[in-house]
Each structure stands twice: as structure tokens, then as C-alpha cells.
């Protein structure tokens, strides 16, 4: 009989299928490798974990609990005059009530199978309101909420759920049919859905525009069977993003508003500056003024046009010390964009965060950061007010989706680095000293690669459609 771990216990609650595969046939399951954000995820989670042991000098830390049926871990216990009191420390600005409460209480009865008597359950967090002046203040740097009350309401409710997943995972022959994901959007889908969902094409229902955010819609085709894009019922009440991706869709037709696209392109003034930053989410504030979290901008690219039919100019930088980037990027920027011209960005709400961030910072900056808001020119607007619709962007507006269609012998594929998880990873390993020096050398010219790509594939869709109109 197979043990059932809390994390498993946590996955099952998410897809039990992809559990029982993850446990009788790994091969499928880990077919993939982690990628550089997952992988993030749990190194910030260990790191976080191994800090948050100094607010509990007397603590036991890392125990182990089975019996015949469970497994789990607890990351720090407390004895006190009565029983213990069992601290579950997250990785996390907040509590994600979905998850985190079920985690502990999953923890809780198998202690209390165990013996233990548990005076109370907390929940250790960071804190997203500190900010950090000099060495890290772990009273403050951490929130701790006791959630004793709500563990013991739901933890009879928990037990009853953890004895349906022991014995789902101890099946021995394969369940059938579709895994549950099949009643989300594709980018909450498990990572064996493809495994499991064999009669679902690769461009299904699941890709339609913030259909994860239509519970009823989904249910209502996956129940009807309806899976291929062009299946959709003519008659069901789709929003009208839907409605043209399943039209481009069906009759491999191009939507483009040249008139609106014209009225958005009129607003730019020249030169244009295509620019793109690159940052690292650091949990545990590196240095003075950050939170939790808060990003640290490392790179730039920047692409600049001084007239329509003129070729771009690049400059870029990329900070590889290890002491704060943040002045050195602020002040590269502003020695490379003038005091006129449109910036134009991708996701504007990304580098518009930045650029407050960067404000609130280096008060000297302030005005400048605010002059780069009043200028900004959003090209993903473009394809988000579907003024340009193709088939091939499957309801995206990802310029990972828009750049092949529109701007197809430019490509990410051959590059070292191809999205910015990655590029965040590697620069940390460059400034914590992960890598050689020789491997740091390369790792600088890569992303320097990536970043270029990025501020000139925006250059090359914003030409493409401006020698349309």
C-alpha cells in the first residue's frame, strides 16, 4: 500500500488522477522537467522555510509523522506545558485559504493519530508591508496567524477527503475517463492533461479567450462534448473576443481594423523607444527599500526609432554585481531615453509597476519615472482590443504567440534563454555565484540575446502593421 505525503494529499485535491500517475507511473508524470519557474518556486520555498527557523530558537524542525496510511513533514513544531503547537511556514505574501488551510489540517490529524495533542495551528507568512532597512527583521519580515479555530472546523471534513485519497491512489488499475482539469482553462491544467484527455485536441475549448473565468460555459461544452473549436454551438452566448477567435478559426480569415489600428499608431510620437525589462522576485528582500517579492530590475533592452523608415538602435545593460541594481538601471535608462518620444511596451502594467517601484525608491528619479507613465504606448493593446485577430494567436496576446504569425522568421526557439522565468533564474545563479566564470560569461551573452529579441520583436510586429495601413 502506497502512503499518502501532504503533498500529495495537496495534489489530489487539485487533479486525483495526475496523483495516481505521478505515484504508479512516474515516467509519464515527470516526462517533463521542471522549468525555471517551478523550479524557482521550490527553492524560494526552502530558502524561506530554513530563514523562518530563527524566529523559533527552541523549535523541532523538519519532523517526520507516518503511520500504515499518511505521511507528512511538519517544518516547525513547538513544545509547550500542555502538547505542541505546529507552525506551517509559506513561501507567500498572504494565506491562500484553498490550499494552506487543508495543508495544515492534513498535518494536524496525522499527528493527532500519532498521539500528539495540539494546543494550536499557526501559519507563518511573509509580509507583504516590510520593507527592509538594513539586516532582515525576522519579527517583522514575518506574520504569524493563528488559524487554530478554522483548522478544527474543517478537519473532520479534511479526514474524510484524505481517506478518499488513500484509497484512490491504491487503486491498482488505472482510473478511467477524463481528469478533472477538463472543467478548467488551459493554464490551470495538470501536467499529465494531454496523457489523460487523449480525444481532446491540442487547440480545444480550453484555449478560448478567459474561458477559465466561464465555469458555466466550459461545463456546458465539456459536458456536451463539444471540443474542437469549430463544435461550439452557433447559438451559445459567447463574449465577442470568443466569437472572432472561433470565426478567424473556422474560416481561416484575418480580422484586421486597419482604421483603429491607424487611430492607435496616430497617438506615437517620435522617436519610438521599444523597451523591456528584465527582474528577479526576490521573497527575502536583498537589500534597503524592497519587500517581499518586490522585483529587482537587473536588465533592459531598448530599441530606439527615430523616424518610421529608419533603422532601430540598440543600447542595452544588464547589471551582474551583487549589491542593488536599482540606481545603475535608473540611471541607464534615463542616460538613453530623451525627454520626448513615445516608450512603447508590452504588458504595460509590468513595467508601469516598475517604474513606480523604482520611484518610490530613488526619490532623485521620481519626476523621471513619472514622465516614462505619461509617454507609455501599450503595442499589446493592439491585439487585446482585437484590432488584429489571427487564427494562430488562439485567443493570445502573448507576443511569444503574436511574433511567429506576424513576424515569423524572428524566433525565441534557437535562443538559450526563451522566457523570462528563465532569464530571472539565470541571473540570480550569476549574482549568487551559482555558476563559473567561464558559464557566467556565456550566461551574460544569452541574456542579452533574449532581452534584444524582446524589444525588437516589438519593433517588427509595430513595423508590420504599420506597412499595412
Not at 51 to 61: D, E, K, Q
Not at 73 to 92: F, M, P, Q, R, S
Not at 227 to 255: A, C, G, R, V, W
Not at 376 to 398: A, P
Request: aromatic residues 12%.
Amino acid at each position: 500500500m502506497k502512503r499518502l505525503s501532504k503533498t500529495d494529499y495537496i495534489l489530489y485535491r487539485d487533479c486525483a488522477k495526475n496523483t495516481w500517475l505521478k505515484i504508479h507511473k512516474p515516467d509519464i508524470y515527470f516526462a517533463e522537467e521542471l522549468g525555471a519557474f517551478e523550479q524557482q518556486i521550490i527553492e524560494t520555498g526552502n530558502e524561506v522555510d530554513v530563514v523562518a527557523r530563527g524566529l523559533s530558537p527552541h523549535g523541532i524542525f523538519q519532523k517526520r509523522f507516518e503511520n500504515e496510511k499518511y505521511l507528512t513533514i511538519t517544518d516547525i513544531l513547538e513544545e509547550t506545558k500542555n502538547g505542541y503547537e505546529v507552525i506551517e511556514v509559506k513561501a507567500t505574501n498572504d494565506i491562500d485559504k484553498s490550499t494552506h488551510y487543508h495543508d495544515l489540517a492534513f498535518q494536524i490529524n496525522v499527528l493527532e493519530m500519532e498521539g500528539f495533542k495540539i494546543e494550536s495551528a499557526n501559519i507563518l507568512h511573509l509580509n507583504k508591508d516590510y520593507k527592509r532597512e538594513g539586516e532582515l527583521n525576522l519579527s517583522k519580515l514575518f506574520k504569524i496567524e493563528d488559524v487554530t479555530e478554522k483548522i478544527e472546523e474543517i478537519k473532520e471534513e479534511v479526514l474524510e477527503e484524505m481517506e478518499k485519497a488513500f484509497a484512490y491512489i491504491n487503486q491498482k488499475e488505472e482510473p478511467r475517463g477524463f481528469c478533472s482539469c477538463v472543467y478548467r482553462g488551459r493554464s490551470a491544467h495538470c501536467t499529465t492533461f494531454h496523457y489523460s484527455n487523449p480525444s481532446i485536441p491540442e487547440y480545444s475549448i480550453h484555449d478560448l479567450a478567459r474561458i477559465g473565468q466561464s465555469k458555466k460555459k466550459l461545463i456546458e461544452l465539456v459536458d456536451g462534448k463539444y471540443f474542437h473549436i469549430h463544435e461550439i454551438p452557433e447559438n451559445m452566448e459567447l463574449s465577442q473576443i470568443q466569437k472572432n477567435q472561433i470565426q478567424t478559426y473556422i474560416h481561416d480569415h484575418i480580422i484586421h481594423e486597419d482604421d483603429l489600428i491607424k487611430e492607435e499608431f496616430d497617438k506615437l510620437v517620435f522617436p519610438l523607444y521599444f523597451v523591456d525589462y528584465e527582474t528577479f522576485p526576490a521573497a527575502l528582500p536583498r537589500f534597503d527599500g524592497f519587500s517581499p517579492y518586490e522585483q529587482i530590475p537587473f536588465q533592459f533592452s531598448l530599441h530606439i526609432l527615430r523616424a518610421p523608415d529608419a533603422l532601430p538602435e540598440h543600447v542595452d545593460f544588464l547589471y551582474t554585481k551583487k549589491d542593488d541594481p536599482s540606481k545603475s538601471f535608473a540611471e541607464a535608462l534615463r542616460d538613453h531615453i530623451g525627454a520626448k518620444g513615445s516608450i512603447v511596451v508590452w504588458h504595460k502594467g509590468f513595467e508601469c509597476g516598475r517604474n513606480g517601484e523604482l520611484g518610490a525608491r530613488l526619490p532623485e528619479y521620481r519626476n523621471f519615472f513619472r514622465s516614462l507613465e505619461e509617454r507609455i504606448f501599450d503595442l499589446e493593446d493592439i491585439f487585446k482590443k482585437q484590432h488584429y485577430v489571427h487564427k494562430d494567436f488562439r485567443g493570445s496576446s502573448s507576443i511569444k504567440k503574436i511574433l511567429p504569425v506576424l513576424v515569423p522568421e524572428l524566433s525565441y526557439k534557437e535562443l538559450n534563454i526563451k522566457e523570462g522565468g528563465a532569464a530571472a533564474d539565470i541571473w540570480n545563479k550569476i549574482v549568487t555565484k551559482e555558476i563559473s566564470e567561464k558559464e557566467k560569461e556565456q550566461a551574460i551573452k544569452n541574456l542579452k540575446e533574449y532581452c534584444k529579441l524582446d524589444t525588437y520583436a516589438m519593433y517588427a510586429i509595430w513595423k508590420k502593421l504599420y506597412n499595412l495601413l
